[in-house]
């Protein structure tokens, strides 16, 4: 997750470039050791992330998007390949649109939440998944305490308002620089000896 330096993750209603190009490298280099990556469906509609590891060697992980309310579309670039990708949506009568190949659509009851995605992502042998936010999507992973680790950079951008970044990471294990962003790891205090 990258904020603003007053605490911002983003706009209500469209994409902000927060990063630089080092720490997106950085980022793809992350998706390149997972098996697969998640945004919140505002995040997929917004920003219109490829989510696909493009600055590094390596594979492209699985992309998984959750639409219970079918608000996504085959022409979004999150369906791009070459990557593979579940939209996870509840029951419904829709007529599914003509999703590409490499799009699959997971159907899980949203009662359920994280946790049975999780579940079903464990069943197919995917065990690490990078989560790319939005804000709603971190808090709960938060709120569920579902999480592990956190990776979070503190750019050099201001943006007096916009979506506020969540809080509740502390202490930290881990800081360096790259350029204009400051990053800050930490692991779920679970994991402190
Ligand atoms: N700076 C960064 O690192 C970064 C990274 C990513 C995104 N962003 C920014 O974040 C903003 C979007 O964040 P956001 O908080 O508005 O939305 P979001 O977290 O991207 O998406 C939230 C939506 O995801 C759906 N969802 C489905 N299952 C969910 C579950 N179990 N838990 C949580 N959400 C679930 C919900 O939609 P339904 O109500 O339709 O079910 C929910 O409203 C954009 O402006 C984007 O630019 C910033």
Known sequence: ??????????????????????????????????????VGTRTALIDEPRLTNRLFWGK???????????????????????????IIRGRNELIEPDWSENVTVVTLEKEGGIQ????????????????????????????????????ISTTDQYLGTGIPAPTGFIDPEDHFILHTDEFHWFRHPRYKT
């Open 60 to 86: 492209n992980p699985l992309r998984i998007i959750p639409d219970y309310h079918c608000r996504l579309h085959p022409g979004l670039a999150i369906f791009a390949g070459p990557a593979q990708t579940w």
């Open 1 to 38: 997750m990258a904020k603003s330096r007053d605490g911002f993750i983003g706009r209500e209603d469209r994409q902000v470039i927060l990063s630089n190009a080092a720490s997106w490298r950085l980022v793809h280099r992350l998706r390149s050791r997972v098996d697969a990556i998640l």
């Open 116 to 151: 049975a995605i999780l579940t079903k992502l464990a069943a197919a042998g995917k065990t690490s998944l990078l989560v790319e936010g939005g804000a709603t999507m971190v808090n709960t992973f938060l709120q569920e305490d579902l999480w592990d680790e956190a990776i």
